[in-house]
């Protein structure tokens, strides 16, 4: 699904991704690992336009996709969650799924005069949707619940869920393990899981807990000094001496 060429990211002198070259596979549920200061933030944020390269392709189904904005590559199905959740806190779970799709007919002043038998229906739509997501989370109770008052693993799932409401193909998870409790990881595994296999969404994650990891990954990509380093299943690359080498010396 995604093909990163001889991909650079200098900034200044410093070379963060320094011509990583890799793959995702469409169904794949691909994990993203290394010391820190390996590049994997910086790469994630070339392939989801938030930064251009230096030098070096993505490519996405075989077009190139290098440099596009995020709102280009959020209409080809590329999405990108990010370490800290961006929830607007004020507003209820529910009504942060509903912003989520963006260009309904009453977001123009003139037609919300003309067309009020769409708007309703639209919205209708988006509220059934936004339930529906909600529910296949698991945190239907929390509908009516501000943003702002959810944990760091919900706003997580509410982040996921976000994705749930427009057609996404392929999902970048920025450490969405990261400072959650076991109980709520295992619901947000279960979750990606089930998109992966019930909803065909590809996923690359940067992650970091290895037993997270071991369950959901596979293949896992290594990377360091901003190059891919290994790649493998999680028992290939825990074996891998250059891998450890690459943790120990960090
Ligand atoms: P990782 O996500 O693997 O921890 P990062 O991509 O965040 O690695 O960072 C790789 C290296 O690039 C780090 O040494 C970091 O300090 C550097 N870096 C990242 N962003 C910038 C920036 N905007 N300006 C300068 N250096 C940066």
Redesign the pocket.
Known sequence: MIRVESLHRH?GG?R?VDGASLTIKTGSITGLV?P????????FNVIAGALPPTSGRVLMEGEDITGLAPHQLFHKGLLRTFQIAHEFSSMSCRENLMMVPGGQTGEGLWASWFQRGRIAQEEAALLKKADEVLDFLTISHLKDEKAGNLSGGQKKLLELGRTMMVEARIVFLDEVGAGVNRTLLNTIGDAILRLNRERGYTFCM?EHDMEFIGRLCDPVIV?AEGRVLAEGSVEEIKANEAVIEAYLGT
């Open positions: 900034f410093f963060a290394g820190n200061g390996a590049g994997k933030t910086t790469l940067i990377m």
